[in-house]
């Protein structure tokens, strides 16, 4: 498991939760630091879609459809239990070259 690579991983929220793809972006001896990743976009407000990072190339990433990685909602999951995910794909050189320049100008 490396950062970059996509995992379906379920996520809760207070009103319940589903299983979606996750971007890992780092790793520490216990746990997974993920963005979700989401299809949802022309109905969110401008604030949201500011911290959305659109995936240009989300078919090569394993993705079945036009996708953004929520840079303003990170998470935590146990190492434990992401080794036993299944992983989907990884973001191309292209999309982890932009990815990071966006982070880098969009600090939340």
Do not use: C, H
């Not at 929220?13 to 299809?39: E, F, M, N, Q």
Request: charged share 25%.
């Amino acid at each position: 498991m490396e950062p970059f690579n996509i995992f379906t991983s379920y996520i809760s929220w207070d009103s319940g939760g589903k299983v979606r793809p996750v971007l890992v972006y780092a790793l520490d001896d216990d746990s997974v630091k993920i963005y979700p990743i989401t299809t949802q976009y022309e109905n969110k407000s401008e604030s949201v879609k500011l911290r959305y990072f659109k995936i240009n190339d989300w078919s090569q990433a394993g993705l079945d459809k036009q996708s953004y990685i929520d840079t303003g909602t990170r998470m935590k999951q146990s190492l434990s239990i992401f080794a036993n995910l299944k992983r989907i794909g990884t973001l191309t050189e292209f999309d982890k070259t932009r990815l990071l320049e966006f982070l880098s100008v969009n600090k939340n």
